[in-house]
């Protein structure tokens, strides 16, 4: 059994995310719906191609009385009334009614509409059927009403984090054609004027918009060969990123709807444009048309395993190079043309080290780094460690990692220069190097790293850690200390720095009221009165990051501790009930996302890889050996089905007290959940 497009369907009217957090992308163009409109398209982006002002509404007559889809709230003939929808990968279907007096009788109206943002054009296809509800004979026709607004061509160096530049007014210069100096928007039109719909038969309706260069006509103008390519893209794509993803299956309400959207958040990331510098491009957000760019620590550091599932190991190879090429030590992201952006960003390290090792534990060594494995692999990985080792200022055996912009981005004096968290991974990573280097037969070298990873975990219980408050403190260059209740300090639990009572110490902080709130974690703790506030839950409190609250359940399965792993996960199982994908960041104590930030992430994937890698226990080894050790919730029961690992199939059911481990079809242990070794 393997995922379909199907499966990832989701009723809109559950949608509890902002109007203009609704797009859908095909890889190549992403478009949105008119709130509140049966068939109404608003913004259409598909690089290097920008029209966010495009507007579009279908208007119908039906027996010369004309009726509106423009999402009227009045009272009295409204036009077509929005009647709910589902929103699929690749396209949103839409209904809409209209059912009033008119010229003394009753005139009913049931509108479908279908919007498919194209796979190989930059564009879409609206299809509109409409059916006669009347008992008589109707005349119907339709004719569009479009504002192109601004257009613009930007380069594929200059797509970021944020919205490109909106471009100049376009002009109409034909009929059903507008350009700027740099742009040409053309609509398509399959509308024929129809006479005689009989009852219970539906008039079929087509428009394009299709986005070319200044001048140039479109190459395509076969409406339904437009649909039939994009569908036939689909069709293999969906295939191809979902041959290696497990299948979730249980009885526990609402974990089953938050797998797959956890999952498709991965999905509706991947860009498949031809131009870029990879492809599938692994974009950090991008679905309304900002943050078409990549982040070391969204895509590697949240869900690198779950990834190299997605991707597979020549395309997570590709990607580790396009970082490294692109200045991952100086630059916190890079454009799809694969050039680095801005500052370099503390976490890169560690996601990058996470990446390339979550992929030679999936794949294979040789696998994963392809026909340059051994040697060139451990010295990229030193270089990159080592680089970030002289670019940062020195605290004995820590790094200072700067202020906000090389952190967290919280607003307020904080998490900033010497702190627990970066310097942690510093450690992990280097015992990765340790292990590269064994392998390589330099058993001196990987003792040093092995050495070094010690250091660095002892100077930060000893310069960080305050027994008095069982928390993390930072250091500041003149000697001022902050403590901040961070989510950050958890991860330090991943890294091997806490004994068993800093462990403790952290963990009495995991509490209702303080970082626990009914609908996740919040990413500052209530209970810290100088850092906790409401206007930005990504890093500073009401909420979290999509991925934190992930991070941590995987983290607190990883250190056995499971009915807090369970408790801490089942908070975020709304979000599967009520969005098509995940959001940047969500709020903790309501089931609600922030308008203002953006309307999806590729860290969405972190909620796959807590299930699959914490709860279901998978644990790959680059040797190929799977140790597999579950850790079931005290509730319901749960079936993992297809996790593939090096030519073998695992499948893994939970039930509380109980587990059953099946390798290619043979029950390999049942029983007491334990860890168990697949050779």
């Known amino acids: 059994m393997r995922y379909h497009l199907n499966d990832f369907a989701f009723d809109l009217r559950a949608n509890v995310a902002p109007d203009h957090h609704l797009w859908v992308c095909s890889g190549y163009a992403t478009v949105a719906p008119l709130a509140n409109t049966a068939a109404g398209v608003r913004g259409l982006f598909s690089p290097p191609f920008a029209a966010p002002e495009l507007q579009l509404n279908m208007m119908l007559e039906a027996d010369g009385h004309p009726i509106a889809d423009t999402g009227s709230r009045g009272k009295g003939d409204c036009g077509l009334l929005y009647a709910g929808g589902e929103w699929r990968p690749d396209r949103i279907e839409r209904k809409g009614t209209y059912h009033y007096e008119v010229g003394g009788g009753i005139l009913s109206l049931a509108v479908r509409?279908?919007?498919?943002?194209?796979?190989?054009?930059?564009?879409?296809?609206?299809?509109?059927?409409?059916?006669?509800?009347?008992?008589?004979?109707?005349?119907?026709?339709?004719?569009?009403?479009?504002?192109?607004?601004?257009?613009?061509?930007?380069?594929?160096?200059?797509?970021?984090?944020?919205?490109?530049?909106?471009?100049?007014?376009?002009?109409?210069?034909?009929?059903?054609?507008?350009?700027?100096?740099?742009?040409?928007?053309?609509?398509?039109?399959?509308?024929?004027?129809?006479?005689?719909?009989?009852?219970?038969?539906?008039?079929?309706?087509?428009?394009?918009?299709?986005l070319t260069r200044h001048g140039e006509p479109c190459a395509d103008t076969d409406l339904v060969s437009l649909e039939q390519r994009t569908e036939s893209i689909w069709e293999e794509r969906i295939a191809r990123t979902m041959a290696s993803i497990p299948t979730l299956t249980s009885d526990i309400p609402g974990l089953e709807a938050y797998y797959r959207r956890s999952i498709v958040s991965g999905l509706v990331s991947l860009w498949e444009h031809p131009d870029f510098a990879m492809r599938p491009f692994p974009a950090v957000s991008g679905i309304e048309g900002a943050g078409i760019c990549c982040y070391p620590w969204d895509t590697g550091g949240y869900a690198g395993r779950t990834l190299a599932l997605l991707l597979g190991p020549p395309a997570m190879n590709e990607l580790a190079e396009l970082m490294a090429a692109s200045g991952i030590g100086r630059h916190s992201r890079f454009a799809p043309s694969g050039l680095g952006r801005d500052v370099p960003y503390s976490h890169s390290l560690w996601s990058y080290f996470n990446l390339v090792w979550s992929n030679i534990e999936q794949h294979g060594e040789g696998e994963a780094a392809g026909a340059d494995a051994g040697m060139p692999l451990y010295e990229t990985l030193r270089d990159l460690l080592l680089a970030d080792e002289q670019r940062l200022p020195a605290c004995g055996e820590l790094l200072d990692y700067g202020k906000q912009h090389n952190l967290l981005e919280m607003r307020s004096a904080a998490h900033e220069h010497v702190v627990s968290s970066p310097n942690a991974e510093r450690a992990w990573c280097c015992d990765r190097l340790a292990d590269l280097a064994e392998r390589q037969g330099l058993?001196?070298?990987?003792?040093?790293?092995?050495?070094?990873?010690?250091?660095?975990?002892?100077?930060?219980?000893?310069?960080?850690?305050?027994?008095?408050?069982?928390?993390?403190?930072?250091?500041?260059?003149?000697?001022?200390?902050?403590?901040?209740?961070?989510?950050?300090?958890?991860?330090?639990?991943?890294?091997?720095?806490c004994t068993e009572a800093m462990e403790a110490a952290l963990l009495s902080h995991l509490r209702d009221g303080a970082f626990l709130a009914p609908y996740g974690v919040s990413s500052i703790s209530a209970e810290d009165a100088l850092h906790y506030e409401l206007n930005d839950p990504d890093w500073s409190g009401g909420g979290s990051y999509t991925g934190e609250c992930t991070m941590l359940a995987l983290t607190l399965w990883e250190i056995g501790r499971p009915e807090q792993a369970w408790d801490v996960l089942r908070r975020l199982l709304w979000m599967g009930r009520h969005l098509p994908y995940l959001p940047q960041e969500h709020y903790c104590d309501r089931p609600a996302v922030p308008a203002h930030k953006r309307a999806n992430v590729i860290a969405g994937l972190s909620g796959a890889e807590a299930i699959l890698f914490g709860m279901a226990g998978l644990k790959p080894h680059p040797d190929g050996t799977l140790i597999v050790h579950p850790q079931p919730p005290r509730e319901g029961s749960v079936t993992i089905a297809g996790y593939p690992f090096r030519g073998r199939t695992i499948d893994i059911r939970l039930s509380p007290g109980h587990c059953e481990i099946v390798c290619d079809g043979a029950v390999v242990y049942r029983g007491v959940p334990a860890a168990c070794a697949i050779p």
């Open 113 to 210: 509409s279908r919007l498919l943002p194209l796979a190989d054009r930059a564009g879409f296809v609206l299809t509109v059927r409409v059916g006669n509800r009347n008992e008589r004979s109707i005349a119907l026709s339709a004719w569009p009403q479009l504002a192109p607004g601004r257009l613009n061509l930007v380069p594929l160096d200059d797509w970021d984090y944020s919205h490109p530049p909106l471009g100049e007014p376009a002009q109409a210069v034909g009929p059903d054609i507008w350009e700027t100096d740099r742009v040409r928007l053309t609509l398509l039109q399959e509308l024929p004027q129809l006479t005689g719909i009989e009852p219970g038969e539906e008039a079929v309706f087509r428009l394009a918009v299709l």
């Open 443 to 497: 058993s001196a070298e990987a003792a040093a790293w092995r050495q070094k990873a010690a250091r660095i975990r002892s100077a930060i219980r000893e310069l960080l850690w305050d027994d008095e408050t069982g928390w993390f403190r930072c250091r500041y260059p003149d000697g001022h200390m902050e403590l901040v209740y961070t989510i950050q300090a958890y991860d330090t639990l991943r890294m091997g720095v």
